[in-house]
């Protein structure tokens, strides 16, 4: 049986139903029933898992890694500057063909540029007595690197940094 506000009549309910219906849409109850003896699985060693972003910025970006050496020819009998000599990179150690050839100025100086990073030797001569030797050479990228050649009458190789 129905009754006036077209919800069901039932006595056996404990909760009335309300009988207005503007209350009904604003009646924010909720009505449960649970029963008691119901199994719960509750995880009592729950897991977190944390991220991080690291973002790095390099500014400005390096392009060229490219290097450079600089440096002086003397004479090692009296340090005098030796002008015109004839110098010559090689990769590594001395072995076959140079990577790269060049002649001190009329001050001594010279330059080796736009070379990638590594191991170099320099070999210099002027005449053909004259004669020197650098130990490795180490560019880094980007790096110059300054040489002094000191040549000698000597034929065991020599240089000073």
Do not use: W
Request: overall charge negative.
């Amino acid at each position: 049986m129905k009754s006036k506000n077209n919800l069901p009549d039932n006595t056996a309910n404990k909760h009335k139903y309300p009988v207005n219906s503007q209350s009904y849409e604003n009646d924010s109850l909720q009505y449960n029933s649970q029963d008691l003896d119901q199994e719960q699985k509750v995880d009592v060693n729950p897991v977190q898992l944390n991220t991080q972003n690291v973002n790095v910025y390099v500014d400005p970006p390096k392009t060229d890694y490219s290097g450079k050496i600089t440096g002086i020819t003397l004479r090692r009998k009296d340090n005098e500057v030796l002008q015109y000599v004839d110098i010559y990179l090689y990769f590594g150690h001395k072995c076959g063909l140079p990577v790269y050839e060049t002649t001190s100025d009329c001050n001594g100086n010279f330059a080796i540029e736009n070379i990638p990073p590594g191991y170099y030797i320099i070999h210099a001569q002027c005449g053909s007595n004259l004669k020197c030797e650098s130990p490795y050479i180490k560019v880094l990228p980007g790096q110059s690197v300054h040489q002094t050649l000191v040549l000698s009458y000597e034929k065991s190789p020599s240089a000073r940094s």
